[in-house]
């Protein structure tokens, strides 16, 4: 678990190198014991949120299918799934797949359908913000309320920084 969290900070900083280190060796480590499903999820991950940091999209859209359709197997397991969803979602809209990332966000959704998760519904509804525009803000300001309820202060700042990004976009400087 703690190397997990040592590559995602990584992962999103951009440091290419130690990434693909720590994640070759989880890798190697997945190999000598295939019974630990999630070291392979994690790698998938780190790979593709690796890709998207570094805005190699079609890149990232290779290993996140595989992390955004695995089975929750359990807590940890399934904020893989919803963060992997939540990256294949960024990056399909990056390239210009906005059916295919209205449907990701959708099975996000479903996926998460009646699961109390505050951090779960951020991302759902940053998603949505990405894959509906006409909507956008009003989807914005719900992930965001649902990110004050969490403690993933790093999820919350991508979500205003994709936000600003919008609000950039609709010709909205200052409120960006």
């Known amino acids: 678990l703690e190397v997990a969290r040592r590559v995602a900070h990584l992962t999103y900083r951009g440091e290419v190198e130690r990434t693909q280190e720590l994640v070759s060796s989880a890798e190697r480590h997945f190999l000598a014991d295939p019974s630990e499903k999630w070291m392979a999820q994690g790698t998938d991950q780190a790979r593709g949120a690796l890709a998207l940091t570094?805005?190699?999209?079609?890149?990232?859209?290779?290993?996140?299918?595989?992390?955004?359709?695995?089975?929750?197997?359990?807590?940890?397991?399934?904020?893989?799934?919803?963060?992997?969803?939540?990256?294949?979602?960024?990056?399909?809209?990056?390239?210009?797949?906005?059916?295919?990332?209205?449907?990701?966000?959708?099975?996000?959704?479903?996926?998460?359908?009646?699961?109390?998760?505050?951090?779960?519904?951020?991302?759902?509804?940053?998603?949505?913000?990405?894959?509906?525009?006409?909507?956008?803000?009003?989807?914005?300001?719900?992930?965001?309320?649902?990110?004050?309820?969490?403690?993933?202060?790093?999820e919350a700042a991508r979500t205003r920084l994709l936000h600003g990004e919008h609000l950039r976009r609709t010709r909205r400087v200052r409120d960006a």
């Open 54 to 154: 570094l805005g190699h999209f079609e890149a990232a859209i290779v290993p996140l299918p595989r992390v955004a359709s695995a089975p929750f197997l359990g807590r940890g397991c399934r904020d893989a799934v919803a963060g992997a969803s939540a990256d294949l979602t960024e990056a399909l809209v990056a390239l210009g797949l906005m059916g295919e990332a209205g449907d990701m966000a959708d099975r996000l959704a479903q996926r998460l359908d009646g699961i109390i998760d505050r951090h779960g519904l951020a991302l759902v509804q940053r998603c949505f913000a990405l894959t509906r525009p006409d909507d956008a803000d009003d989807h914005y300001r719900e992930a965001l309320a649902h990110h004050e309820q969490t403690d993933d202060p790093f």
